[in-house]
T-cell receptor, first 112, second 115 residues
Framework: EDKVVQSPLSLVVHEGDTVTLNCSYE??????LLWYKQEKKAPTFLFML????IEKKSGRLSSILDKKELFSILNITATQTGDSAVYLC????????????FGKGTKLTVNP | DADVTQTPRNRITKTGKRIMLECSQT?????MYWYRQDPGLGLRLIYY???????NKGEISDGYSVSRQAQAKFSLSLESAIPNQTALYFC??????????????FGEGSWLTVV
């Protein structure tokens, strides 16, 4: 059975700290790994990592994919209160988005 | 305006009532999905559709039905709502042909409470 495990489940930091969120997975015929940020309601897309794109960076956020060890990390540097959210990891096998498997998320709280 | 719009955004209904959640999108995507999100369980797929004539069951379709009225519209119905269908429901879209791979885009969510 395909599985995505995120850790930690929750994390509280102070503004300015750097955080690392983890996502490990077991999926047959891996195609891509996606990161989403969910603040109040709708998850918003952050990154997609594939065999041909194992590192992504956008501002203070970056992510890498280790296909050999079957995990990804999401790094946020110089955290701000606006980074407080639930971060979701989803892994997609070959065959389409209907097969995406979501982790339960990491709740990040950034205190001033 | 949101690219994926859900109505209603919040709804309280009684056990046994029929309820419909509607979704419309302006992204021009062919594929549409309905998910539910429960605390501790993450996002789970209810139904999905690849085009107007295509409807597929997801992981947890029992107690739900869907209708794809047009490329841009995908509605979810609970024929006889029960309390354990209380959840946050998301509509989502994707279109791999437009280069996004497996990326899906979520609507703003509909809180449904069944009492």
């Amino acid at each position: 059975e395909d599985k995505v495990v995120q850790s930690p489940l929750s994390l509280v930091v102070h503004e300015g700290d750097t955080v690392t969120l983890n996502c490990s997975y077991e999926v047959t015929n891996f195609r891509s790994l996606l990161w989403y940020k969910q603040e109040k309601k709708a998850p918003t897309f952050l990154f997609m990592l594939t065999s041909s794109g194992i590192e992504k960076k956008s501002g203070r956020l970056s992510s890498i994919l280790d296909k050999k060890e079957l995990f990804s990390i999401l790094n946020i540097t110089a955290t701000q209160t606006g980074d407080s959210a639930v971060y979701l990891c989803a892994v997609g096998p070959q065959g389409g988005s209907e097969k995406l498997v979501f982790g339960k998320g990491t709740k990040l709280t950034v205190n001033p | 305006d949101a690219d994926v719009t859900q109505t209603p955004r919040n709804r309280i209904t009684k056990t046994g009532k029929r309820i419909m959640l509607e979704c419309s999108q302006t992204k021009g995507h062919d594929r549409m999905y309905w998910y539910r999100q429960d605390p501790g369980l993450g996002l789970r797929l209810i139904y999905y559709s690849f085009d107007v004539k295509d409807i597929n069951k997801g992981e947890i379709s029992d107690g739900y039905s869907v209708s794809r009225q047009a490329q841009a519209k995908f509605s979810l119905s609970l024929e006889s709502a029960i309390p354990n269908q209380t959840a946050l429901y998301f509509c989502a879209t994707s279109d791999p042909a437009k280069g996004g791979g497996n990326t899906i885009y979520f609507g703003e969510g509909s809180w449904l409470t069944v009492v």
